[in-house]
C-alpha cells in the first residue's frame, strides 16, 4: 500500500469514528503530496461542507471540475453548497450540468427542485418534484420532512404529490 492510499484509508477510518477534523488533516497530507487526487479533494469538500464552509468547499470541488469537468458527485455537492449559500441559480446550473450527462439522475432531479422552489419558481419546482417521486417513490418522504419545503408545505399542490 502506498504513502497516499494509506493516507486516504487513514482519513476515511477518522470519518468513520466521527473525527472529520483528523480527516480533513489526513486528506491534506494526501493533497500535498498529490494536489490533483480527486478522492482526497471530494472527501475534503464533503467535510468542508459538513462545518458550513461552503466557499472552501466549492474550491474543492472546482478543483475536481478542472480534472473532469463532468464528474457528477463534485457538479451535485457543487450545487448543494450554492444553494445553501442562497445561490439558487448557480446550484441549478450544477444540477443541470449533471442532468446533461445523466438525464434521470433523481438526486440531481430532487435538488434542482428544492432550488427552483427555494428561488421562487414553486409551479415549475412542484412539477419537477412531482416527476422526482414518480421515478423514485423514496423522495416523497424526503420532501415532506425536508426544510427547505416548510414554507410551501401548506399548499395544496405540494400536499397533493407528497401525500
Same mark, same amino acid.
Given at each position: ?36 487526487? !480527486? ?19 466549492? #474550491? ?31 446550484? #441549478? ?7 446533461? %450527462? ?19 419558481? #414553486?409551479?415549475?419546482?412542484?412539477? !419537477? !418534484?412531482?416527476? %422526482? ?16 419545503? %416548510? ?11 407528497? #401525500?
Amino acid at each position: 500500500m502506498s504513502e497516499i492510499e494509506s493516507l486516504l484509508k487513514s482519513g476515511q477510518t477518522s470519518l468513520n469514528l466521527g473525527n472529520p477534523k483528523d480527516a480533513l488533516g489526513f486528506y491534506q497530507k494526501v493533497l500535498d503530496q498529490d494536489p490533483t487526487n !480527486l478522492e482526497a479533494l471530494i472527501k475534503k469538500g464533503n467535510i468542508f461542507g459538513k462545518f458550513g464552509k461552503f466557499e472552501y468547499a466549492i #474550491i474543492c470541488y472546482d478543483d475536481v471540475l478542472a480534472q473532469e469537468k463532468e464528474n457528477i458527485l463534485a457538479l451535485l455537492n457543487k450545487g448543494l453548497c450554492h444553494h445553501n449559500l442562497g445561490k439558487y441559480d448557480t446550484a #441549478i446550473e450544477c444540477f443541470d450540468m449533471v442532468l446533461t %450527462v445523466k438525464p434521470q439522475n433523481t438526486t440531481a432531479l430532487y435538488n434542482k427542485a428544492s432550488s427552483l422552489i427555494k428561488s421562487g419558481k #414553486i409551479k415549475e419546482g412542484l412539477e !419537477l !418534484l412531482s416527476h %422526482v417521486i414518480k421515478l423514485d417513490f423514496s423522495f416523497k418522504a424526503k420532501a415532506k420532512n425536508d426544510i427547505d419545503f %416548510v414554507d410551501i408545505k401548506n399548499l395544496n399542490e405540494f400536499k397533493e404529490i407528497t #401525500i
